[in-house]
């Protein structure tokens, strides 16, 4: 089954500790992207990839860290969490399709708290 | 920097309707249009895309139209039924850039 894939679901951490969301998808797609959707302020862009090794920051950049060092995983590290990074975090994958991404696949979603 | 409204906010109406709910975005240089549906604690599902170049697309009950140059899409569900309520997303996107998402439209439709 084609599909994006995210882990941890849900995760309540404590500030300062490291930790890493991991994206997975199985349809060999170019583009991948992390978003994060509050209340009120809905989903916004993190960072984005193009290809392997080709990663950019979206518009809320801050605290989060990203690679791509295999086409299939795109995982968002934070390496000092804070509490304003309490959030419903989403990645998603799609084609590149003259040189910008096609329809957009999302994963389930990570359920974020930082204490 | 691309905005995106969507209008109404909330939408409740009873089984049978057909309903239009609303998008509108600031900036017409755009490569598609994308909408979504969310339900509650869940993730985003894809419903239809419609290329900068198409006017609209079509899948069951569900019919999308864009008007680039007025800046406008809508999204129309033909004779809806209690498990098409969910919150509603349009968003548009470019380039690289991420998509930019409207905050989105919470459907309600009473059996």
């Known amino acids: 089954e084609a599909q994006v894939t995210q882990n941890p679901r849900y995760l309540i951490t404590v500030t300062g500790k490291k930790l890493t969301v991991t994206c997975s998808q199985n349809?060999?797609?170019?583009?991948m992207s992390w978003y994060r959707q509050d209340p009120g302020l809905g989903l916004r862009q993190i960072y984005y990839s193009m290809n392997v090794e080709a990663t950019d920051k979206g518009d809320v950049p801050e605290g989060y860290k990203v690679s791509r060092k295999e086409k299939r995983n795109f995982p968002l590290i934070l390496e000092s969490p804070s509490p304003n990074q309490t959030s419903l975090y989403f990645c998603?994958?799609?084609?590149?399709?003259?040189?910008?991404?096609?329809?957009?696949?999302f994963g389930p979603g990570t359920r974020l708290t930082v204490l | 920097k691309q905005e995106v409204t969507q209008i109404p906010a909330a939408l409740s109406v009873p089984e049978g309707e057909n309903l239009v709910l609303n998008c509108s975005f600031t900036?017409?240089?755009?490569?598609?249009l994308q909408w979504f549906r969310q339900d509650p604690g869940k993730g985003l599902t894809s419903l239809l895309l419609?290329?900068?170049?198409?006017r609209e697309q079509t899948s069951g009950r569900l019919n999308a139209s864009l008007d680039k140059s007025s800046g406008r899409s809508t999204l129309y569900i033909a004779a809806s039924q209690p498990g098409d309520s969910a919150t509603y997303l349009c968003a548009v996107g470019g380039g690289a850039d991420g998509l930019t998402f409207g905050k989105g439209t919470h459907l309600i439709i009473q059996p």
């Open positions: 900036d017409s240089a755009i490569y598609n």
């Open positions: 998603a994958s799609s084609p590149i399709v003259a040189n910008s991404y096609n329809e957009q696949f």
């Open positions: 349809m060999n797609h170019e583009y």
């Open positions: 419609i290329q900068s170049s198409q």
